[in-house]
C-alpha cells in the first residue's frame, strides 16, 4: 500500500507547470462568487420561503451566469470551483499573499452556502442545496424536482432532469475538499447535513427505482460519499469532535451507487461491455468501486472490479495520449483509428484516468498506474490547457488536421471547464508516494518534496535534458530512513546511467523501479540520473499504417499552421474545430522498402533539431516538423499519420 503525498508538502518548480497554475488561478478569481452562488441562493430562498425583499439582499442583486450555469446542470461549476480553489490554498506554489487571496474566496463561498443550508432548517428539505435553474412553476413548487424526475426515468435535459446526481457529486466533492485540504469547518457541516439528505433519500429507492436513478449519469456519487464516511470516521478515531454521529448513513447511502451488476461484466471481461456508453459516466463509477475497497479493505472483489475496469479502457479504447472517447462515447473494442475525429478524448475522461489511476498504483503498487500516469498528464491534462489565456479544452481531435478550442472566462462553463480549474491547482500530485521506509519517485519533474525527516529536490526539464538531479538533505539531527524507488520509465532509450554522490552506481531493480537503499543516503545525497529518450512509435490496433511518434515522455504532433480554424457549435454549446486544414493524412514514405524499415530507422527520419523539440520528419513526400503536442495550442495539428510504402 502507498500513499500519494501530502498536497501540502510538494511544490512544483517546473516553470512550465507553475505558469500553468498561475493562469489558472488568475482565471478563476476574475469569477463573480455571487453568481456563482446565485442559483443556490435563489433555491434556497425559495426553500426558507423569505419574502422578496430579504431574497433581494441574499442575492446581492447578481445573477447566475450563462451557458451551462443557466439550466437544469447549473452548480456543477460552484462543486468543480471549491475543490479547485480548496487545492490552490495549499498549493506551494502560490505565495502567501495568493494563498490568502484565494482563502479568502473559498472562506465566502463556503459562507454563502452555509446562509442557503440554514435555511432549509426545519422544512422538508433539510441539508439541501442545489443551484440549477428553476426553469418553471413546477421547479419553483419544488426546488428537488430534478430528482423526482429521475427517480421517474424523466430525463429531458431540457425540460425535466439534466443529471442532478452527477452535479450533487461535484458539489459534495468540493465541500470534502474544502475540509480535508483546506480545513475549513464549516464545509463539512456542510457536507455532513447534505450527506444525511441524500440518505434519506436513497434509503427510499426499492430495485426498480434504483435501476432507473443509476441509468442517468451520477459522477461519483458512490465516491464522494464513502469519502465522506472517512473523513467522519478518521475524525471519530483521532478524538476530533467534529464528526457527524450518524456518519454510517453515508457508507450504506454510497452502496446505493455502487452498480454490482456492471461492476461483474466489466469483471467478466466480456467483449464490447463498454460499447456505446457514455465514458464520463463509466469512469466515476469505478472510481467509486474503488473508493469501497479504500474504504473497507476486506472488499478486494472491489478493487478488481476497478482493476479490471482500468485495464479494458487503457487496453482497448484508449490512443497515445491517454485520451479517450468519440463524441464522448466508448466504441467497440480495440476501434479507434476509425473513430478519429475532431470530437475526441473529453477532458474531463482523462482528468478521471488520471485520479483511478493514481489510486490503483497507491492500492496496488503496480507500475503500469504510474506509466499510464505520466503519459495522460504530458500528453492529455497539459495538453488542455491554452498556455496564454489559461483557458481550457473539452475534445481534443485525434483526426489529423483540427485543432484544440478552448473555453472563454465566463461564457461556457463546461463540465471540462470544472474539471480544468481543479487539473491545474493539483500538479503537484502524483510525483511522489510514500509507504512504510520507501518513497517513491513517480514523476520525473522539477519539484521540491517536504517530509519530517529530509526534504528532496528534485531538478530537471526533460524538453531540456534527460539528466535528473536529486538532492536528497536530512533536516538537523535527522537521517534519511527512506528507501528511495525510481520509476523505470518505459519510453527509456538504452540504459538508465546513476550517480549518486559522483560515484556510478548499479542499482536492483525491483517491480519497475530502481532502488536506492536507504543506508547509501542516510545522511544526504546528490543522485544524478541520466534517462535516455528517443524517438519511438505507437500504432493502432485497427489499422497497421497508422501511427503516432513519441520522443521520451512526449506525444509528438506536426504543426499544421493557423490556415482554416473554424469553429462550431456541437451537442450542448459545446465549441469544437469544424474545418480541417488537410485533406488526407497519408505521408508516403520514399527513402525505404516499407513501413517496417522506416519505422526501424525512425531516428534517421524524425530528425531532432539540437538544443529544441522540433523534429524534421525526411525520407517522405510530407515536408512536416513535429513538436510536443503538449504546448500546442495556437495551430491544426496532426498526431498520427497513415504510413504507406
Ligand atoms: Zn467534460
Redesign the pocket.
Known amino acids: 500500500m502507498w500513499e500519494l503525498t501530502n498536497l501540502k508538502s510538494v511544490e512544483v518548480t517546473d516553470r512550465y507547470f507553475d505558469e500553468a497554475l498561475h493562469l489558472d488561478v488568475k482565471n478563476m478569481l476574475l469569477l463573480d462568487p455571487d453568481r456563482l452562488l446565485a442559483g443556490f441562493r435563489e433555491t434556497a430562498s425559495i426553500i426558507g420561503g423569505i419574502d422578496e425583499n430579504s431574497k433581494k439582499i441574499l442575492m446581492k442583486g447578481k445573477k447566475r451566469y450563462g451557458g451551462w450555469e443557466d439550466g437544469l446542470i447549473a452548480g456543477h461549476t460552484l462543486g468543480h470551483y471549491i475543490k479547485a480553489l480548496s487545492q490552490a490554498q495549499i498549493n506551494l506554489g502560490l505565495s502567501i499573499s495568493e494563498q490568502g487571496e484565494v482563502k479568502e474566496r473559498l472562506d465566502y463561498l463556503i459562507d454563502g452556502l452555509k446562509e442557503c443550508q440554514k435555511l432549509t432548517c426545519g422544512t422538508s428539505y433539510e441539508g439541501y442545496i442545489f443551484g440549477a435553474s428553476l426553469i418553471n412553476q413546477d421547479f419553483i413548487d419544488n426546488p428537488a424536482l430534478q430528482f423526482d424526475n429521475v427517480e421517474r426515468g424523466k430525463q429531458d435535459i431540457f425540460t425535466q432532469a439534466w443529471v442532478p446526481w452527477y452535479t450533487m457529486h461535484k458539489i459534495l466533492s468540493g465541500l470534502n475538499a474544502a475540509f480535508k485540504l483546506a480545513g475549513n469547518k464549516t464545509a463539512l457541516e456542510i457536507a455532513n447535513s447534505l450527506g444525511l439528505w441524500i440518505s434519506r433519500r436513497t434509503k427510499k429507492w426499492n430495485t426498480g427505482t434504483k435501476r432507473t436513478v443509476l441509468g442517468i449519469e451520477y459522477g461519483g456519487m458512490n465516491d464522494c460519499l464513502y469519502e465522506l464516511y472517512e473523513i467522519n470516521k478518521d475524525l471519530k478515531n483521532n478524538g476530533g469532535e467534529e464528526y457527524e454521529p450518524d456518519f454510517g448513513e453515508y457508507f450504506a447511502a454510497a452502496h446505493s451507487f455502487d452498480e454490482i451488476e456492471l461492476f461483474e461484466d466489466v469483471l467478466s471481461g466480456k467483449s464490447n461491455v463498454l460499447n456505446n456508453m457514455h465514458a ?1 459516466t463509466m469512469i466515476p463509477k469505478f472510481i467509486g468501486a474503488l473508493a469501497r475497497y479504500e474504504a473497507d479493505r476486506s472488499e478486494k472483489r472491489y478493487l478488481e472490479y476497478a482493476e479490471s475496469y482500468w485495464e479494458m479502457v487503457v487496453g482497448k479504447h484508449t490512443y497515445v495520449t491517454g485520451g479517450n472517447s468519440e463524441n464522448e462515447h466508448f466504441g467497440e473494442d480495440d476501434v479507434l483509428d476509425a473513430e478519429r475525429t475532431n470530437v475526441n478524448n ?3 475522461n482523462t482528468y478521471n484516468m488520471l485520479k483511478l489511476s493514481r489510486r490503483l498504483f497507491a492500492a496496488t503498487g503496480k507500475k503500469k498506474y504510474l506509466d499510464y500516469s505520466e503519459k495522460t498528464l504530458i500528453n492529455a491534462i497539459m495538453a488542455s490547457q491554452n498556455h496564454e489565456s489559461g483557458f481550457t479544452t ?1 475534445f481534443q481531435p485525434m483526426a489529423t488536421g483540427y485543432f484544440k478550442v478552448f473555453n472563454t472566462l465566463d461564457g461556457n462553463f ?3 471547464t470544472g ?1 480544468g480549474y481543479e487539473n491545474f491547482t493539483k500538479l503537484q500530485c502524483g510525483i511522489y508516494y510514500r509507504t512504510e521506509g520507501k518513497l517513491a519517485v513517480a514523476l520525473y519533474l522539477a519539484s521540491k518534496l517536504e517530509l519530517e525527516d529530509y526534504v528532496l529536490i528534485q531538478e530537471c526539464d526533460l524538453t531540456k535534458s534527460d539528466v535528473v538531479r536529486i538532492n536528497i538533505e536530512p533536516k538537523q539531527g535527522k537521517t534519511v530512513k527512506d528507501d528511495i524507488y525510481l520509476r523505470i520509465p518505459t519510453w527509456l532509450n538504452g540504459k538508465a546511467l546513476i550517480r549518486v554522490d559522483n560515484t556510478s552506481v548499479v542499482l536492483r531493480e525491483c517491480e519497475g523501479f530502481y532502488i536506492i537503499k536507504s543506508e547509501m543516503i542516510s545522511s544526504g545525497a546528490n543522485i544524478e540520473v541520466t534517462l535516455p529518450m528517443g524517438t519511438y512509435y505507437s500504432g493502432l490496433v485497427d489499422n497497421e499504417s497508422s501511427f503516432a511518434f513519441c520522443y521520451g515522455p512526449f506525444v509528438l504532433s506536426a504543426r499544421l499552421g493557423n490556415k482554416k480554424m473554424e469553429c462550431r457549435s456541437h451537442g450542448v454549446n459545446v465549441s469544437v474545430a469544424e474545418s480541417k486544414c488537410v485533406d488526407n493524412d497519408d505521408i508516403n514514405i520514399l527513402d525505404e522498402k516499407s513501413v517496417g524499415e522506416f519505422l526501424e530507422n525512425l531516428d534517421r527520419h524524425l530528425v531532432k533539431r539540437d538544443g529544441e523539440m522540433e523534429f524534421d520528419l525526411t525520407g517522405t513526400d510530407k515536408n512536416l516538423v513535429f513538436t510536443t503536442h503538449f504546448n500546442q495550442y495556437k495551430e491544426s495539428y496532426g498526431i498520427y499519420w497513415h504510413l504507406k510504402a
Do not use: I, Q, R
Open positions: 464520463n473529453e477532458t474531463c473539452y463546461w463540465c471540462c474539471t
